[in-house]
């Protein structure tokens, strides 16, 4: 089970059956493409990176135990920076490719025998439910990225 689900977050193959992975939705995407909303109350390219890395960096932080916080606020949809430009992008794109992989790293250390228990904290989802839940996010978010990027195209 733990080989099929790192084989659709972190495909090692070529592309993931189910469609691109987060990482190839967001290949090619500018900064002013990532901003753009199609329409006011719905999220961005942008902010979908950033909720993202935020989730990928929840469901580490139990797998390990982890006490550091996360690096942007608010926490589960972080602000944009004031003025996006091409470098502002490229450094929230480094910080979800550093969770990411800091994620698959932490599922992979993770002994099998965890994987049906409750972390300590009292949440009341098992590891592994929480593995199989942020594969799932992160293949959710993959498909409304995919979807942001035609929308983008087909603007006026």
Do not use: C
Not at 2 to 19: C, E, I, K, V, Y
Request: aromatic content about 8%.
């Amino acid at each position: 089970m733990l080989d099929s689900l790192l084989a659709t977050l972190d495909p090692r193959r070529g592309p993931a059956w189910h469609g691109p992975t987060v990482k190839g939705a967001l290949r090619g995407v500018t900064a002013a493409q990532a901003r753009w909303a199609p329409a006011p109350g719905r999220h961005s390219i942008w902010e979908l990176v950033l909720h993202i890395a935020y989730w990928n960096y929840a469901v580490r932080r139990h797998l390990e135990r982890e006490v550091t916080r996360f690096p942007r606020t608010p926490a589960n949809w972080p602000a944009l920076p004031d003025r996006p430009d091409e470098r502002a992008w490229a450094k929230d794109r480094a910080l979800l490719a550093a969770e990411h992989a800091a994620l698959v790293r932490a599922i992979k250390r993770l002994p099998e025998r965890r994987w049906s228990r409750v972390p300590p904290e009292g949440k009341k989802w098992t590891y592994g439910e929480m593995i199989v839940g942020i594969v799932a996010h992160d293949v959710y978010h993959g498909g409304q990225i995919s979807m942001l990027k035609r929308l983008w195209r087909g603007r006026r």
